[in-house]
């Protein structure tokens, strides 16, 4: 209970927004127009926060993931400045990287006792997992795995090895066969898999993180209103990649880092295909930006859209206008597909179907996210593939938040029935009934006047 009290009171702060009174994000349909900048935390008390969010998910998440796939000893390992995914969201916020070799073992002894969390390394880990191995005794750190392992005789050991899936293939080869020489030949048999552990630890978002993720979003959603704006691009001055290092310039201004090099390009009337980087932002132009942070261990992934305005525009042309609007009918559609327990190769192909229906000509390549910003889980179709992919072919699990990536192609009137890409990326939490965007979703494009 006083940690539950301790992590409520870490969010509190973290939640807090500049304006006094100022109500923190929620989960919502609608995206604020240029949204405020909500306070962001110093090192420590993003430690603090990081820290106790992650007891909580181990003393939680941890048993439901282990006793729902049947595995009751599974078997993590690390080296310094090589960490495999699943541990790496494992370590303490003081403790950045393993340390040597780090191995971390979770025992579920059965009949209702709590799961045990060991650590065979020299180093503690935050106190988050007991210490077993005492060097002096057993200096071979593999024998005391495989003693450790063989005084629990468990029916399964599961190990990060995976083909289709990089999150849980952690297991190094040069490692494995060190683990499974010390292990008794008896117990061989009994490794498999941990592939569905993985996946499900690195999904599940639980309720203290989806409290915070709203301002995480929030904020990245902030720094894309600065950056389309007339602070940051004056047209006929301003050059697409001028803008992206501005994100990264803001970025470190900020204290946060990006999870990939934002992207920033140009549709333009009469003009095919996307313009990059040393190209000149003008009147008339179709801004699109692609930009995601990490925070709180947490990732963004949001695509928007902007309009510079010609001289004498009040608004974008209609046929732009429409064509935003479509991108939000396939949102729509694709969230519809959301139900518990299909895959994603499914979700695709209902949403696919529904959207053509509709007369609209949808690409759909939608992601998980969550600690990793193309995150673990089942794909739901990709750019260069709107068919069935094995990577698509896990279930959809309530609990998880998704980036809903897409876009629909559309003919402009008024640009002569020009073929435009409507790209669009909102962060999304599906709770098992229905998807909420977690900070809103843009269904107006940004006007950015050009005098």
């Known amino acids: 209970m006083i940690g539950r009290v301790l992590v ?50 181990l003393d939680t998440l941890i048993p439901q993931i282990m ?22 969201t494992m370590l303490d916020a003081e403790n950045m990287h393993a340390r040597r070799r780090t191995i971390l073992i979770f025992f579920d ?36 795995v495989a003693e450790l392992i063989a005084a629990r005789n468990p029916a399964k050991i599961a190990i990060n090895s995976s083909d289709l899936y990089q999150f849980a293939d952690g297991m190094t080869l040069s490692q494995y066969d060190k683990f499974m020489s010390a ?11 941990g592939e569905n552990l993985a996946i499900r630890w690195l999904e599940t978002r639980t309720p203290a993180e989806m ?41 470190m201004a900020l204290g946060l880092t990006p999870w990939f090099h934002p992207s920033v390009a ?34 963004t992934d949001t695509q928007h859209l902007a309009y510079v305005l010609k001289p004498g525009e009040t608004e974008a042309p209609a046929g732009l206008r429409a064509g935003l609007a ?61 068919k069935a992919d094995p990577r698509g072919s896990g279930p959809i699990r309530a609990n998880t938040a998704w980036s809903i990536e897409l876009t629909s192609y559309a003919a402009v009137p008024e640009w002569g029935g020009q073929r435009v890409d409507f790209r669009t990326e909102e962060d999304a939490f599906f709770d098992g009934t229905k998807v909420r965007y977690i900070d809103g979703r843009q269904t107006a494009i940004t006007l950015i006047p050009s005098d």
């Open 109 to 144: 002894p059965g009949n209702g006792k709590p799961v045990e969390r060991l650590t065979v390394s020299r180093y503690g880990l935050g106190g988050l997992f007991a210490p077993a191995w005492d060097p002096d005794k057993q200096p071979d750190q593999w024998q005391a």
């Open 326 to 386: 479509g991108s939000n009918r396939v949102q729509d559609f694709l969230t519809r597909a959301f139900k518990v327990g299909i895959s994603g190769n499914d979700a695709l192909a209902q949403a696919r179907a529904d959207s053509i229906a509709a007369g609209l000509d949808p690409s759909i390549y939608s992601h998980p996210i969550g600690h990793h910003g193309h995150g673990a889980g089942p794909s739901i179709g990709f750019w260069d593939n709107q």
């Open 183 to 193: 292990l008794p030949p008896a117990l061989h048999e009994r490794a498999v898999s």
């Open 211 to 251: 409290e915070l993720y709203p301002t995480v979003v929030r904020i990245a959603h902030s720094v894309i209103g600065e950056a389309f704006s007339r602070k940051v691009i004056t047209p006929g001055v301003t050059t697409a990649e001028q803008v992206q290092w501005w994100y990264r310039d803001r970025l």
């Open 67 to 88: 006793r729902a796939e049947g595995i009751d000893l599974w078997l993590l390992m690390a080296r310094e400045y090589f960490e495999e995914p699943v541990v790496a």
């Open 8 to 57: 409520s009171c870490a969010m509190a702060a973290a939640l807090a927004v500049p304006a006094l009174g100022q109500a923190a994000p929620g989960l919502s349909q609608t995206e604020a127009d240029a949204p405020a900048m909500p306070a962001i935390l110093g090192p420590r008390g993003r430690a603090e926060l990081e820290n106790r969010i992650l007891a909580e998910r």
């Open 266 to 299: 140009i549709q333009r009337q009469g003009v095919k295909g996307m313009l990059e980087g040393d190209t000149v932002i003008q009147p008339g132009d179709l801004l699109w930006t692609d930009f995601g942070i990490t925070y709180l261990r947490l990732n």
